[in-house]
């Protein structure tokens, strides 16, 4: 595993070399990165029960939200990736947000399952790895809470930077 201020210096350049920012400004400073070592056993065992609920209680809802008024602020009808979806929360935030398509991705199959209380005609959520699984381009990628529970936070900033479309955008929240 890389030393945290080598983790953090590849992040950044990613970031400056694959974005273009739209918002009002990006942060990098260097931060301590450790990345959540969970075993997929143990997320699913989480996520079965209930000890992740927490993430759609009411103090969750501003972060959930202001990605979702970004989807909306850039308009249009976007295809939206959200890598990480975890139960599918960010999908029920987008409620009378128009999108065209939404696609969730997380490597837990008990949180993919409940997230598929979401599905609907534009929705589909998919267990799977993000840095492998042919997933096609969009207009936006959501990256919610993801950075930290990756081992290698480049290697998926890289690949975010294949699945974008040329004037796509990266919604992330850290």
Same mark, same amino acid.
């Given at each position: 595993? $890389? #030393?945290?201020?080598? &983790?953090?210096?590849?992040?950044?350049? =990613?970031?400056?070399l694959r974005t273009r920012v739209r918002a009002l400004g990006v942060r990098l400073g260097v931060i301590a990165y450790e990345p959540t070592t969970w075993s997929e056993e143990l997320w699913n065992e989480r996520y079965s029960n209930g000890v992740l609920d927490y993430f759609g209680a009411l103090n969750e809802l501003p972060r !959930?939200?202001?990605?979702a008024g970004y989807?909306? !602020?850039f308009g249009g009808e976007p295809d939206i990736l959200d890598v990480g979806c975890g139960q599918g929360l960010f999908r029920?935030?987008?409620e009378g947000i128009p999108?065209? $398509? !939404?696609?969730g991705i997380d490597p837990t199959p008990s949180a993919i399952e409940l997230a598929r209380r979401f599905d609907d005609e534009r929705t589909e959520f998919v267990v799977g790895d993000p840095l492998e699984t042919d997933l096609? &381009?969009? #207009? =936006?990628?959501?990256?919610?809470?993801?950075?930290?529970?990756?081992? #290698?936070?480049?290697?998926?900033? #890289? =690949?975010v930077g294949e699945l974008l479309r040329p004037d796509g955008l990266l919604l992330t929240s850290i």
């Amino acid at each position: 595993m $890389r #030393d945290g201020a080598g &983790t953090v210096q590849r992040l950044r350049s =990613r970031l400056l070399l694959r974005t273009r920012v739209r918002a009002l400004g990006v942060r990098l400073g260097v931060i301590a990165y450790e990345p959540t070592t969970w075993s997929e056993e143990l997320w699913n065992e989480r996520y079965s029960n209930g000890v992740l609920d927490y993430f759609g209680a009411l103090n969750e809802l501003p972060r !959930y939200s202001i990605l979702a008024g970004y989807v909306s !602020y850039f308009g249009g009808e976007p295809d939206i990736l959200d890598v990480g979806c975890g139960q599918g929360l960010f999908r029920h935030r987008l409620e009378g947000i128009p999108f065209r $398509r !939404y696609v969730g991705i997380d490597p837990t199959p008990s949180a993919i399952e409940l997230a598929r209380r979401f599905d609907d005609e534009r929705t589909e959520f998919v267990v799977g790895d993000p840095l492998e699984t042919d997933l096609g &381009t969009f #207009d =936006r990628v959501v990256c919610n809470e993801v950075f930290s529970m990756v081992p #290698d936070p480049a290697a998926l900033l #890289d =690949r975010v930077g294949e699945l974008l479309r040329p004037d796509g955008l990266l919604l992330t929240s850290i």
